[in-house]
């Protein structure tokens, strides 16, 4: 008889989120801009060259046969 059961009290309401940090302009000259695109376009290869398959998965031919102990 679960319709006799009191209901269960409502829960607190959401906090607020919280405040963002202000945004900081760094002034760079032109070398500094170029090192850091460097070191992105570094990190964006070694992250690409991890990826073994395509979009398409492993295309291999799966191994369908058990093998025995006489190598047959």
């Known amino acids: 008889m ?3 059961a009191p209901k269960p009290p409502a829960p607190p309401p959401i906090p607020d989120p919280p405040e963002l940090p202000p945004v900081i302009k760094q002034n760079l000259d032109q070398t500094q801009k170029n090192k850091i695109r460097e070191m992105m376009k570094v990190k964006k290869e070694g992250y690409t060259e991890t990826i073994l398959t395509g979009n398409q ?3 291999s031919e799966a191994e369908i046969q ?3 102990l006489l190598g047959g």
């Open 2 to 4: 679960g319709f006799l």
């Open 57 to 59: 998965g492993d295309t």
């Open 66 to 68: 058990k093998k025995t």
